[in-house]
């Protein structure tokens, strides 16, 4: 093979769109139930009635060349279009029939890409009511995402750009000073960790001159000292090592679990077998149909403590 040829990247899609009648459009997959009622679906029918298709489908000719063509991605755009009344689409015509880069490969939109957007799309004349019609939200929500770096350090928006923080986090990091929405921006990336849970802890951890003063608002009670917010965020810091150290394990152990428990069942089904048991190792027996009776790794495998009456 010659340096030319082991240079040259295949293009996965022809250059020009190809318009086919949605008819001649065989999907390739069935919608999951409750897929139509579902709020993204609704989204993609009010983004295609305010500014029409953005997105063009993915589609294959059907072998024997007999004018249909395999959809490979855009089910929900094509639903949308039949229920518009909409007969013609312009697609995007692929050179190979994969399935698994659409649907496993998929870049979510993060909020801080997803304010830029709105903020150029208002500073360009277009008015948030025409936005949120567009995207099916309401005129508030896209308010609420046009102000979103309202507040936020401009080193915390860098940070948290390409990650899909919810719209909480920028809250409460709103509530810190700037220094601080750092630091807490870097634990959060560290941990690799962007909920709105971690960051109510660090919000809880953050001592009071490291808050902004907020207008109308009574003081907050004391805070811990600076060496309790150094154990507290190493404490988060493990706890986050070992809750990614089960979820990397959970899938292996849970898969273990049902071989024995199925195993241990069938033996404890042979009356033979229950009565030997029965005589001579009672506390195998307890143990054996305990587990035999777990369903799942969530179900407690050791008997719960006492439950203690909270004091009135």
């Known amino acids: 093979m010659s340096q030319t040829e082991v240079g040259q990247v295949r293009a996965a899609f022809d250059r020009d769109f190809v318009t086919v009648s949605i008819d001649a459009i065989v999907p390739l997959k069935s919608l999951r139930q409750g897929a139509l009622e579902s709020g993204k679906y609704a989204q993609i029918l009010c983004s295609i009635k305010a500014i029409g298709l ?34 013609t689409v312009e697609c995007l015509l692929a050179t190979d029939e994969d399935t698994y880069t659409y649907n496993k490969r998929i870049s979510r939109l ?46 915390v928006a860098e940070k948290l750009k390409d990650t899909n923080c919810s719209i909480k986090v920028f809250d409460l990091l709103r509530r810190m000073s700037p220094l601080r929405q750092i630091e807490a921006a870097d634990l959060m990336a ?80 042979n009356p033979n077998i229950s009565r030997w048991l029965t005589r001579y190792r009672q506390d195998y027996l307890a143990e054996f149909e305990r587990i035999a009776e777990i ?7 050791e008997p719960s403590p006492p439950q203690i009456a909270p004091a009135v």
């Open 295 to 301: 369903e799942t790794l969530t179900v407690a495998t």
């Open 110 to 155: 993060p909020p801080v890409q997803e304010h830029r957007m709105i903020v150029r799309a208002v500073e360009r004349g277009v008015a948030p009511a025409q936005i949120a019609e567009a995207l099916g939200l309401e005129a508030d929500t896209v308010v609420k995402r046009f102000r979103l770096l309202d507040g936020i350090s401009a080193d």
């Open 190 to 269: 560290g941990q690799n960790n962007f909920s709105s849970v971690f960051a109510s802890a660090l919000l809880a951890a953050t001592s009071p001159d490291q808050l902004v003063k907020q207008k109308g608002r009574p003081g907050r009670p004391a805070t811990p000292d600076g060496q309790q917010i150094a154990r507290m965020e190493r404490e988060l810091a493990v706890l986050q090592t070992r809750i990614t150290s089960v979820e990397d394990s959970y899938g292996i152990d849970n898969l273990h679990l049902t071989l024995a428990r199925g195993y241990l069942s069938k033996l404890l089904a």
């Open 54 to 87: 953005v997105e063009a489908p993915a589609v294959i000719p059907a072998p024997g060349h007999d004018g249909r063509y395999y959809l490979l991605d855009g089910h929900l755009r094509i639903e949308a279009l039949k229920q518009l009344g909409i007969d």
